[in-house]
């Protein structure tokens, strides 16, 4: 969904309606559905209702949540709604939810997809959907010397392949590069941030792809989280 693994061009989709997700966690590790929750806060603001109202830009106010977003685990379904829809709507959709089965392993298909997509389109026509996996980063221990953190006295490394990146050096913390001749090649930062939890934004240079690159800076930034004391997702 909202979608990871990250890239800065495919980073969450900020407004994409429907976001469809599913968390693989990986033990010991709180529950899966605990995890999921962990990362819809993660992903979007919530307002004291629990209803989601826009995405969570570590660098300021993100553009609006999608209308509907929907986490799957074998242990239970999170349901995500937008702060606009109205009560008779969001009703529907929770009875047409709670129809959706628990199954381990879970199907990449949403059984109940098309009935939550008729109720949506009943207010207002579905541009978009979008669905994929999450994770949890393993405890990570002896992660690689190759990673480098960024900060504003080595900003410079991100400038040939990452110049767009420089401003959220401070606010997508922490920020980790694997650097060949002498530039960044590789990068991962810290795409949303909440204080129980991060998520993963991961760029590789088109040149320097399939060589292992973003595994080593993702071990790096997910240690660095870890220690902060912070879940890591992916």
Do not use: K
């Amino acid at each position: 969904p909202v979608g990871h693994p990250h890239r800065r061009g495919d980073r969450p989709v900020p407004n994409a309606p429907d976001g469809l997700l599913r968390m693989e966690a990986m033990a010991p590790c709180p529950s899966p559905l605990a995890l999921m929750d962990l990362h819809a806060r993660a992903l979007f603001t919530h307002d004291s209702r629990g209803r989601i109202s826009r995405t969570n830009e570590p660098s300021g106010p993100g553009t609006r949540a999608p209308r509907l977003w929907l986490g799957r685990t074998p242990a239970g379904h999170l349901l995500r709604l937008r702060d606009d829809l109205d009560e008779m709507t969001s009703a529907r959709l929770v009875a047409i939810l709670n129809e959706e089965p628990m199954v381990d392993p879970l199907p990449l298909a949403v059984r109940t997809e098309e009935r939550l997509a008729e109720a949506l389109a009943a207010v207002s026509p579905v541009h978009r959907r979008v669905r994929g996996p999450a994770y949890v980063l393993p405890s990570l221990d002896g992660v690689s010397d190759d990673a480098i953190r960024i900060g504003s006295g080595n900003a410079w490394l991100l400038r040939t392949h990452f110049a767009d990146w420089i401003p959220d050096i401070e606010t997508w913390t922490p920020m980790f590069v694997l650097t060949r001749d002498g530039v960044a090649v590789s990068l991962c930062a810290s795409s949303r941030l909440t204080p129980l939890a991060a998520e993963a934004g991961v760029e590789t240079a088109p040149a320097w792809r399939g060589r292992g690159y973003a595994a080593i800076v993702v071990a790096a930034w997910g240690a660095a989280v870890q220690a902060s004391g912070r879940t890591a997702l992916y």
